[in-house]
């Protein structure tokens, strides 16, 4: 069965510190990989997104992620952490294969920004 | 702003009663998701509507329902509640079913 795993469930990083969180995924054909971010009392916005390509995906505020298949992993980075970038973040596995289209989502990783 | 709108933002009702969580897709967009969120269960998906027709089921409980309508907005009825149905209620849409998804606001469920 497919599934995501968020190793961490909360981490705190500087200001201004580079930042990794971990996504590993299981799912038995390409997998179709994004992760979202949640601020508190808001929706999930999309950060980014992978279907095919280049394994080093871009996404919005200054956000990237890649792909690994050999650890079937998916891992977003940023280089310097802005305080605004305290929220949940979660990574998510879409399966296609049948006729609908669901999304497996981690359990998220909650990200403490300090000064 | 994603463009996908949910009704109402919160809503306070007590146990056993019956609601109904409403959700309006972004312009073009033809499938819409439902999703709970609950500190102990996490994100969970409930289930999927494509241009009318229900895709795909996911840990929906039969005391759940959902419809999407013509105009492809869908709503989403919580009846029998219990105070384990407290959660917030995502909505998401997709252009189609092989593209990503966007998320609204939420819906706060709160069971008393």
């Known amino acids: 069965a497919q599934s995501v795993t968020q190793p961490d469930i909360h981490i705190t990083v500087s200001e201004g510190a580079s930042l990794e969180l971990r996504c590993n995924y299981s799912?038995?054909?390409?997998?179709?990989l994004f992760w979202y971010v949640q601020s508190p009392g808001q929706g999930l916005q999309l950060l980014l997104k992978y279907f095919s390509g280049d394994t080093l995906v871009q996404g919005i505020k200054g956000f990237e992620a890649e792909f690994k298949r050999s650890q079937s992993s998916f891992n977003l980075r940023k280089p310097s952490v802005h305080w605004s970038d305290a929220a949940e973040y979660f990574c998510a596995v879409g399966d296609w294969s049948g006729t609908g289209n669901q999304f497996y989502f981690g359990t998220g990783t909650s990200l403490t920004v300090i000064p | 702003d994603s463009g996908v709108t949910q009704t109402p933002k919160h809503l306070i009702t007590a146990t056993g009663q019956r609601v109904t969580l409403r959700c309006s897709p972004r312009s073009g967009d033809l499938s819409v998701y439902w999703y709970q969120q609950s500190l102990d269960q996490g994100l969970q998906f409930l289930i999927q509507?494509?241009?009318?027709?229900?895709?795909a089921k996911g840990n929906i409980l039969e005391r759940f329902s959902a419809q999407q309508f013509p105009d492809l907005h869908s709503e989403l009825n919580l009846s029998s509640l219990e105070l384990g149905d407290s959660a917030l209620y995502f909505c998401?849409?997709?252009?189609?079913?092989?593209?990503?998804?966007?998320f609204g606001p939420g819906t706060r469920l709160t069971v008393l």
């Open positions: 799912y038995g054909a390409t997998p179709y």
């Open positions: 509507y494509y241009n009318g027709e229900e895709r």
């Open positions: 998401a849409s997709s252009v189609s079913p092989t593209r990503e998804q966007f």
